[in-house]
């Protein structure tokens, strides 16, 4: 079964900003795609297993915090 996680991430604002995001949060285990649209901020993680907190970590990495 895929869990799907929605994740509103603000301060995205060009190509640069989404592709820092799915490149951190797609290295994590289980994550099978990242959907970023910069419009609405959302950032949607669609896999197995997924662990919110890393999730969550991964998008700090890429230096913005999810809502």
């Given at each position: 079964?895929?869990?799907?996680?929605?994740?509103?991430?603000?301060?995205?604002?060009?190509?640069?900003?989404?592709?820092?995001?799915?490149?951190e949060?797609?290295?994590?285990?289980?994550?099978?795609?990242?959907?970023?649209?910069?419009?609405t901020?959302?950032?949607?993680?669609?896999?197995?297993?997924?662990?919110?907190?890393?999730?969550r970590?991964?998008?700090g990495e890429?230096?913005?915090?999810?809502?």
């Amino acid at each position: 079964m895929n869990d799907t996680r929605e994740y509103t991430v603000n301060g995205m604002s060009c190509g640069h900003c989404e592709a820092a995001v799915e490149e951190e949060v797609s290295a994590l285990d289980g994550v099978e795609s990242v959907d970023v649209d910069l419009a609405t901020k959302l950032v949607v993680v669609r896999g197995e297993g997924l662990d919110d907190a890393a999730i969550r970590a991964a998008i700090g990495e890429a230096g913005y915090e999810a809502a």
